[in-house]
Structure formats: structure tokens, C-alpha cells
């Protein structure tokens, strides 16, 4: 037993990463269990489709509007700190869902409330969060330690999570948040046990000004020729495989003739992906660069696209979201140990902000358009714009993801 645990997960790590870890995939399996919970909430309470769309609204919101202020802080305290304090307002907020729903007094608009403000908590958690493991991890272990957190998102978040929270809904209502509550607390008490090295602001230093830190932050990261180049990507790639994946759900009834279980089929075959991603991981990262990791992966995600746009058979599209959810597990390791590696300790929680906003903005319009060219020439037609989109980006960015190569 020790020694698969050994293998599994070094000593030299660090007694603090286990924590860390253990705290990570806990919190994880509680927001897999919340996100088959939430829509499911409102659902139940009102079948008014404004109000159970507002309930993916508050997913994804958050992030754009207060992961800049989140960033500032995590630079200029007590991340420890900030972790415990996001991680108990979240299980208040939770705590108080919970009464209202044994007490029969919950209404559409307190349940939104509380998933908003679970969301913000949320938000301020996992900026802190991302910043711990470079200051808990030596920096040639970092793609390591990212894999293993990267494993409990995959199985505990995407996996596990969602079908475990739909039954317990099934079982009453309360059930799926107070099981997050649980696990919310006991991600608490394994954070509290984390010493980290000093950082933060110290006594003598300039009064904090929050728009010259924010500058400083977009600053740094444009004049960073890898990480700028990691943050443009994300944004471009996450513009297109928005527009494509906003209407999977459509894509796989219509185009595939799955009907309504092929969408959280799709969805499993690329969790499976990615669990396959992270077995192959360590062997891949030992023979190729990051800059060619990079290449590769974008040329997969290209390729998806076309190959969904062409495809109307579900054991080729199966074979797709195999290889994509392999490739996504292992590009977003490696682009998260680059940043990490790159960014100083003081300007890991703005850095990683901005690669927030990237990553939602890119979303959020790629969605917009998606959705748009869907209603006007069909299911397919995402998916083409994505891949032509994704080929011109790839060309364009090609010498610059060499870049990414670099060990600065």
C-alpha cells in the first residue's frame, strides 16, 4: 500500500501539497454534486424558462465579473487565509439553503441568491487555491502536482459528481447541499492544516491601490512573451470550442440521433478521455516540450472540430470525444504548470485572474455566436466555424507557442 501510494503521490511533494490535495478533491466532488443540484433546484421550483436559464447565469457570471479583484487579493494577503475565509462563507451560504429547504420557505428567488453567492464564494476559493501549489511544490514537480489535482477534477468534479448529486435530488431535495456542506467543512479543516512561507504584503509597504496592482498584473502578463502567447491562446481556443460546444447538447440529438441520453454519454466517453490523459501523462511530459505539447494539442482540437462537423456516426463521434477529453486534461496541465512556472510567487493571483477572463470571455461570445449560426444553417454549422477558426489560429500562433518552451 505504500508504495502505490508513493507512486501515486510522492513524499517529496510535501506533507502541505497532501493536504492541499486531499482538501481540492474533496471541494470537488461537493461542486461536481452541486452542478447536477443547482439547475435540478430550480427546475423544481419554477418551470418558467427565464428563470431556470438565470440558473447557468450565476455559473458562469462570477468569474467574469470578480476574478480581477479575487487575483488582487490572493497577491496581497494570507492566501491560506483567503482560502478558509471564501470556503467558510461558502458553507454559510450553503448552510442557510439548506434550513430554508428543511423549513419548506425556499423560493426561486432566495435559491438564486444563495447559488450567486455560492459562485462569488466560489470565485475567490479556487484563485487562492491555484496559487498554493507553487509555493507548496519545488518547480520541477509542478506538472506532477497539477496532474494529480487535475485527476480529482476530472473524476470527482465531472464524473462522479453530477450523477451522484442527481440521485440524491431523487432521494429529497436537501440532500445533494447538505452532502456539499459536509464536504465543504472538511475541505476547511484540511486547508487549516497548511503552513505556507511568508508572502502577502509586509509591514512598511505602500497602501495597496487595487487599479495600479490590476495594471500591474495585465502588465506583466503582456510583456511575458510565454505567458502572453498561453493567454491569447486560451482566449482564441476557448472562443472557438465555445461556439462548438454550445449546442453539443443539440449537436448530438439531431446530428448524431442519440436522443436525450447522447449528450451525457458524449460527456462520460471524454471524462473517460481524460482519465486516460492523466495515466499517459508523466510518460508524455518526459518526451516532449511544453511548446510542442502545445502544438500538438491545438492540432487535436482542430481536428475534433472537423471531425465532428463530418461525422453523423455516435461510435466515431465516440472516438472524438475520446481523444479530446485525453488531449483537454493534458493541455490544461500543461498550460496551468507553465503559468505557474513563469509567474513570480507575488503575481501568481492577478496572473492567473487574467487567465480567467481569457478563458470565460472566450466562452461567453464564442456561446453567443455559436448559438447564432446554429439557429440559422444548423447543428454542423459551429462546428465548421470552429475548426476553420481554430486552423487560421494555428497557423498564426504556430512560432509562437514555441515560446511556451522556454524554462525562465
Given at each position: 500500500?505504500?508504495?502505490?501510494v508513493?507512486?501515486?503521490?510522492?513524499?517529496?511533494?510535501?506533507?502541505?501539497?497532501?493536504?492541499?490535495?486531499?482538501?481540492s478533491?474533496?471541494?470537488?466532488?461537493?461542486?461536481?454534486l452541486?452542478?447536477?443540484?443547482?439547475?435540478?433546484?430550480?427546475?423544481?421550483?419554477?418551470?418558467?424558462?427565464?428563470?431556470?436559464?438565470?440558473?447557468?447565469?450565476?455559473?458562469?457570471?462570477?468569474?467574469?465579473?470578480?476574478?480581477?479583484?479575487?487575483?488582487?487579493?490572493?497577491?496581497?494577503?494570507?492566501?491560506?487565509?483567503?482560502?478558509?475565509?471564501?470556503?467558510?462563507?461558502?458553507?454559510?451560504?450553503?448552510?442557510?439553503l439548506?434550513?430554508?429547504?428543511?423549513?419548506?420557505?425556499?423560493?426561486?428567488?432566495?435559491?438564486?441568491?444563495?447559488?450567486?453567492?455560492?459562485?462569488?464564494?466560489?470565485?475567490?476559493?479556487?484563485?487562492?487555491?491555484?496559487?498554493?501549489?507553487?509555493?507548496?511544490?519545488?518547480?520541477?514537480?509542478?506538472?506532477?502536482?497539477?496532474?494529480?489535482?487535475?485527476?480529482?477534477?476530472?473524476?470527482?468534479?465531472q464524473?462522479?459528481?453530477?450523477?451522484?448529486?442527481?440521485?440524491?435530488f431523487?432521494?429529497?431535495?436537501?440532500?445533494?447541499?447538505?452532502?456539499?456542506?459536509?464536504?465543504?467543512?472538511?475541505?476547511?479543516?484540511?486547508?487549516?492544516?497548511?503552513?505556507?512561507?511568508?508572502?502577502?504584503?509586509?509591514a512598511?509597504?505602500?497602501?495597496?491601490?487595487?487599479?495600479?496592482?490590476?495594471?500591474?498584473?495585465?502588465?506583466?502578463?503582456?510583456?511575458?512573451?510565454?505567458?502572453?502567447?498561453?493567454?491569447?491562446?486560451?482566449?482564441?481556443?476557448?472562443?472557438?470550442?465555445?461556439?462548438?460546444?454550445?449546442?453539443?447538447?443539440?449537436?448530438?440529438?439531431?446530428?448524431?440521433?442519440?436522443?436525450?441520453?447522447?449528450?451525457?454519454?458524449?460527456?462520460?466517453?471524454?471524462?473517460?478521455?481524460?482519465?486516460?490523459?492523466?495515466?499517459?501523462?508523466?510518460?508524455?511530459?518526459r518526451r516532449?516540450?511544453?511548446?510542442?505539447?502545445?502544438r500538438?494539442?491545438?492540432?487535436?482540437?482542430?481536428?475534433?472540430?472537423?471531425?465532428?462537423?463530418?461525422?453523423?456516426?455516435?461510435?466515431?463521434?465516440?472516438?472524438?470525444?475520446?481523444?479530446?477529453?485525453?488531449?483537454?486534461?493534458?493541455?490544461?496541465?500543461?498550460?496551468?504548470?507553465?503559468?505557474?512556472?513563469?509567474?513570480?510567487?507575488?503575481?501568481?493571483?492577478?496572473?492567473?485572474?487574467?487567465?480567467?477572463?481569457?478563458?470565460?470571455?472566450?466562452?461567453?461570445?464564442?456561446?453567443?455566436?455559436?448559438?447564432?449560426?446554429?439557429?440559422?444553417?444548423?447543428?454542423?454549422?459551429?462546428?465548421?466555424?470552429?475548426?476553420?477558426?481554430?486552423?487560421?489560429?494555428?497557423?498564426?500562433?504556430?512560432?509562437?507557442?514555441?515560446?511556451?518552451?522556454?524554462?525562465?
Amino acid at each position: 500500500m505504500t508504495s502505490v501510494v508513493e507512486r501515486v503521490l510522492p513524499a517529496r511533494l510535501g506533507t502541505g501539497f497532501r493536504w492541499l490535495l486531499a482538501s481540492s478533491w474533496l471541494t470537488n466532488l461537493g461542486d461536481g454534486l452541486a452542478a447536477a443540484a443547482g439547475p435540478l433546484l430550480i427546475a423544481t421550483l419554477t418551470r418558467d424558462p427565464l428563470m431556470i436559464s438565470l440558473a447557468a447565469l450565476v455559473g458562469w457570471a462570477p468569474p467574469l465579473l470578480f476574478s480581477l479583484y479575487a487575483g488582487v487579493l490572493s497577491d496581497r494577503h494570507n492566501r491560506r487565509t483567503i482560502v478558509l475565509a471564501a470556503n467558510v462563507a461558502r458553507a454559510l451560504v450553503l448552510a442557510a439553503l439548506v434550513a430554508l429547504m428543511a423549513t419548506g420557505t425556499l423560493t426561486v428567488a432566495t435559491a438564486l441568491a444563495a447559488l450567486t453567492l455560492r459562485s462569488v464564494a466560489e470565485v475567490f476559493a479556487d484563485n487562492a487555491t491555484a496559487t498554493l501549489t507553487p509555493m507548496l511544490v519545488e518547480r520541477d514537480d509542478l506538472a506532477l502536482a497539477n496532474a494529480r489535482l487535475g485527476t480529482g477534477f476530472i473524476t470527482l468534479n465531472q464524473l462522479a459528481g453530477p450523477p451522484i448529486g442527481a440521485a440524491l435530488f431523487g432521494l429529497g431535495m436537501v440532500w445533494p447541499f447538505a452532502s456539499q456542506l459536509l464536504l465543504v467543512a472538511a475541505g476547511i479543516v484540511l486547508v487549516s492544516r497548511i503552513t505556507l512561507p511568508p508572502h502577502g504584503r509586509q509591514a512598511g509597504d505602500p497602501k495597496p491601490d487595487t487599479v495600479r496592482e490590476l495594471i500591474a498584473g495585465f502588465r506583466w502578463t503582456l510583456r511575458h512573451a510565454a505567458v502572453r502567447t498561453l493567454a491569447l491562446t486560451i482566449l482564441i481556443f476557448n472562443f472557438t470550442f465555445g461556439a462548438a460546444w454550445s449546442v453539443l447538447v443539440l449537436y448530438t440529438q439531431d446530428q448524431l440521433g442519440l436522443g436525450a441520453i447522447g449528450y451525457g454519454l458524449m460527456a462520460t466517453i471524454e471524462g473517460i478521455g481524460g482519465l486516460i490523459g492523466t495515466a499517459l501523462y508523466g510518460a508524455i511530459t518526459r518526451r516532449l516540450s511544453l511548446g510542442a505539447l502545445m502544438r500538438i494539442g491545438l492540432i487535436i482540437e482542430t481536428l475534433t472540430h472537423l471531425g465532428l462537423a463530418l461525422t453523423h456516426t455516435p461510435w466515431v463521434a465516440g472516438g472524438i470525444f475520446l481523444v479530446f477529453g485525453a488531449h483537454a486534461f493534458i493541455w490544461g496541465t500543461t498550460s496551468v504548470t507553465v503559468r505557474q512556472r513563469a509567474v513570480p510567487r507575488e503575481l501568481q493571483g492577478r496572473v492567473g485572474s487574467v487567465n480567467t477572463i481569457c478563458v470565460y470571455a472566450g466562452l461567453v461570445v464564442g456561446s453567443l455566436i455559436g448559438g447564432m449560426l446554429a439557429t440559422r444553417f444548423g447543428v454542423a454549422a459551429p462546428f465548421w466555424f470552429a475548426f476553420a477558426g481554430s486552423a487560421v489560429f494555428v497557423v498564426v500562433l504556430w512560432r509562437q507557442l514555441m515560446l511556451i518552451a522556454h524554462d525562465d
